[in-house]
């Protein structure tokens, strides 16, 4: 990108980023000494352990732009998450597979654009009759055919039993909740059922999720592994409801509308939460990451696993966005921009930012190539692999980013956005001057509008139609 774009988002939040760095990281850890970020840099050839990582991909639900201290959260703490930035690569520019749970996950899990396959196509799903296919390959099953171990816990979201599965996908162990949300305590989702698997059958534990799930994150790196690994960690925080750990009170009003046959009106849990609930979801769960990435080094995993961390869309209600425009559900860039942060402690150096445009089926391309496997010719991705960047310093693929949701449309290329409103109207903005959003290009600009919003069409044609449409 070019230089105006590092200016902007370095005053946004680098300098804010820096300081955290240096006032919250535990004594325990081995932080790098808390300079400013520098661009990134891939190291020279041949620096670095040449062995195939394991990854760790940690997936949080609902978290917004800025909802982090080392993006600019000026009330939020998350020490954790700030460390892990600092030992690695932190992107201003990384977007989520779409604006809401399900296609994101289809678009992460397959390296597809969600709208390949018919169950991408519910945004987000809410019956049984809606999932990933299991005969299409994964990331888990490509992985796992190239000598993998791997595992989900957490949130799937791709499918309701019987049918559809994270074991029925390639994923070898799956603990974790299949809908879109669930009360933390009671486990109760939005099918109105308990929510609590092992493999596919329940498993019955009442505690808060968020500690739940990290028990078994952490048993899960901790082990003895004799073959390289992936780990899709995917938390529910800071999705509704509004629950911390300790509220056990409001959990049980929660659960009593669902039990009653409101189950939508309960999960939304529009009577409940606040800014301070949201903030101390968010810090909890850069808490439970704290613990897992502990349980990572004593290990003696950290040096050679890839840690990513994002979030599966842009943040809603409660959350802290700023300078961005839009929200969950929306493609402008608070509906689709993301925390994204990488480490790999032995091939990539820390205390960089990165200003490329990245998204999550990029980085099923990139696991595929660093993991030594191959996709399948029958299912192209539409993600590139940013392998060749990370470690070899090659300059990324000219590429558009593609979004595409009902009532809204959106092309990223370069710096330009192309976006299509809810009715119907087509805007043009540079983002690079204008990451709100709000200075519109299109009449200035018009062959540039039509040639973006030509490309949206050309990749648009060869994906399936919405039911109904």
């Known amino acids: 990108m070019p230089e105006i774009s590092r200016r902007v988002f370095g005053g946004l939040v680098g300098g804010g980023a820096a300081a955290t760095l240096a006032s919250t990281a535990p004594a325990e850890a081995a932080t790098p000494t808390a300079t400013a970020e520098r661009p990134f840099r891939a190291r020279p050839a041949g620096q670095g352990s040449q062995r195939r990582p394991n990854f760790l991909f940690i997936l949080a639900d609902d978290l917004g732009w800025a909802d982090l201290s080392v993006y600019?959260?000026?009330?939020?703490k998350t020490p954790n998450l700030d460390r892990l930035a600092a030992q690695g690569v932190r992107f201003t520019d990384g977007?989520?597979?779409?604006?809401?749970?399900?296609?994101?996950?289809?678009?992460?899990?397959t390296g597809r654009y969600p709208g390949r396959t018919s169950g991408g196509l519910a945004e987000p799903i809410g019956n049984?009759?809606?999932?990933?296919?299991?005969?299409?390959?994964?990331?888990?099953?490509?992985?796992?055919?190239?000598?993998?171990?791997?595992?989900?816990?957490?949130?799937?979201?791709?499918?309701?039993?019987?049918?559809?599965?994270?074991?029925?996908?390639?994923?070898?162990?799956f603990f974790g909740n299949f809908g879109g949300a669930l009360e933390y305590f009671s486990k109760l989702g939005q099918l109105g059922e308990y929510d609590l698997y092992e493999g596919d059958a329940t498993y019955q534990d009442l505690r808060y999720y968020t500690t739940v799930l990290t028990e078994r994150a952490v048993d899960?790196?901790?082990?003895?592994?004799?073959?390289?690994?992936?780990?899709?960690?995917?938390?529910?925080?800071?999705?509704?409801?509004?629950?911390?750990?300790?509220?056990?009170?409001?959990?049980?009003?929660?659960?009593?509308?669902?039990?009653?046959?409101?189950?939508?009106?309960?999960?939304?849990?529009?009577?409940?939460?606040?800014?301070?609930?949201y903030t101390e979801m968010v810090q909890s769960l850069d808490t439970a990451i704290g613990r897992v990435l502990t349980a990572l080094r004593r290990s003696g995993q950290e040096q050679n696993t890839v840690v990513v961390f994002a979030?599966?869309?842009?943040?809603?209600?409660?959350?802290?966005?700023?300078?961005?425009?839009?929200?969950?559900?929306?493609?402008?860039?608070?509906?689709?921009?993301?925390p994204t942060?990488?480490?790999?402690?032995?091939?990539?150096?820390?205390?960089?930012?990165?200003h490329e445009p990245v998204y999550s089926p990029d980085w099923t391309a990139t696991l595929l190539e660093l993991?030594?496997?191959?996709?399948?010719?029958?299912?192209?991705?539409?993600?590139?692999?940013?392998?060749?960047?990370?470690?070899?310093?090659?300059?990324?693929?000219?590429?558009?980013?593609?979004?595409?949701?009902?009532?809204?449309?959106?092309?990223?290329?370069?710096?330009?956005?192309?976006?299509?409103?809810?009715?119907g109207k087509d805007h043009l903005y540079n983002l690079a001057d204008d990451v709100r959003e709000q200075a519109d290009l299109a009449a200035g600009r018009p062959e540039l509008l039509a040639e973006l919003k030509g490309a949206w069409e050309a990749i648009a044609k060869g994906l399936l139609p919405y039911p109904g449409a």
């Open 341 to 354: 942060i990488l480490r790999w402690p032995a091939r990539i150096d820390g205390r960089q930012v990165s």
């Open 220 to 277: 899960y790196v901790g082990r003895d592994h004799e073959r390289p690994w992936l780990l899709n960690l995917n938390f529910t925080t800071p999705h509704w409801p509004w629950l911390a750990e300790g509220d056990e009170e409001a959990g049980a009003e929660v659960a009593a509308k669902i039990r009653a046959g409101q189950v939508l009106p309960g999960l939304l849990h529009n009577d409940g939460g606040s800014v301070e609930k």
């Open 128 to 173: 049984r009759t809606q999932g990933l296919d299991p005969n299409h390959p994964t990331l888990a099953s490509l992985l796992k055919k190239a000598g993998y171990d791997t595992a989900l816990i957490g949130k799937w979201h791709c499918g309701f039993l019987p049918d559809y599965s994270p074991t029925r996908s390639g994923w070898d162990e």
């Open 311 to 338: 979030s599966d869309n842009g943040g809603e209600r409660f959350s802290y966005q700023w300078p961005l425009s839009g929200a969950k559900s929306q493609l402008l860039e608070g509906g689709i921009r993301v």
């Open 95 to 109: 977007y989520s597979g779409s604006a809401t749970c399900s296609p994101t996950r289809f678009s992460l899990y």
């Open 72 to 76: 600019g959260a000026p009330h939020i």
């Open 371 to 423: 993991g030594g496997a191959r996709p399948d010719p029958a299912y192209p991705l539409d993600g590139h692999s940013l392998a060749g960047y990370l470690l070899r310093g090659q300059a990324l693929p000219e590429r558009d980013l593609f979004w595409r949701v009902r009532g809204n449309r959106a092309l990223r290329r370069g710096d330009f956005k192309y976006y299509q409103d809810s009715s």
